[in-house]
């Protein structure tokens, strides 16, 4: 591991975890998918019982994915950086996750997840600019 891979991770673990979470769930994905011929795509989503609830969760998922996309590719449009445009992004995939699915323990791990990233943005800006978030300080100035 080089210098620069041991501080990034020093200084942004979320999202390292984020990495490793996002590539051992879909790695697991893929294997399970190929390796057993009843697993259906949407399986980490929701059960789903015929075709058409299939196609509806397709749908759903699609659409959840595709905003996660376009609002991280539209964030950095703006400027902001990539890790903090995929935090804010991934924050609204997970509580679209949330609001499309059923309460699952993927989807309640990725808020948290995601969560984590946002937090860890915040205290990362904050030791950094400790004016920007005046609310934070006990001093009145």
Not at 14 to 22: E, I, Q
Not at 31 to 50: C, E, I, M, P, R
Not at 83 to 105: C, D, H, K
Request: with cysteine; aromatic share 16%; charged share 15%.
């Amino acid at each position: 591991m080089t210098d620069t891979m041991r501080e990034q991770l020093r200084d942004f673990p979320m999202f390292f975890l984020f990495l490793l979470a996002y590539s051992l769930v879909h790695g697991m994905f893929e294997l399970n998918f190929w390796s057993s011929g009843g697993v259906t795509v949407f399986d980490k989503y929701a059960a789903v019982a015929d075709a058409a609830l299939a196609m509806e969760m397709a749908e759903r998922v699609y659409y959840a994915k595709a905003t996660w996309f376009f609002a991280l590719v539209i964030l950095q449009a703006c400027g902001l950086r990539f890790y903090t445009a995929l935090a804010v992004s991934f924050a609204l995939y997970s509580v679209e996750l949330l609001l499309f699915f059923p309460i699952q323990i993927y989807s309640v791990l990725n808020l948290l997840l995601a969560v984590g990233m946002v937090v860890e943005i915040i205290v990362r800006r904050h030791q950094a600019h400790p004016r920007l978030l005046v609310w934070a300080s006990s001093k009145p100035e």
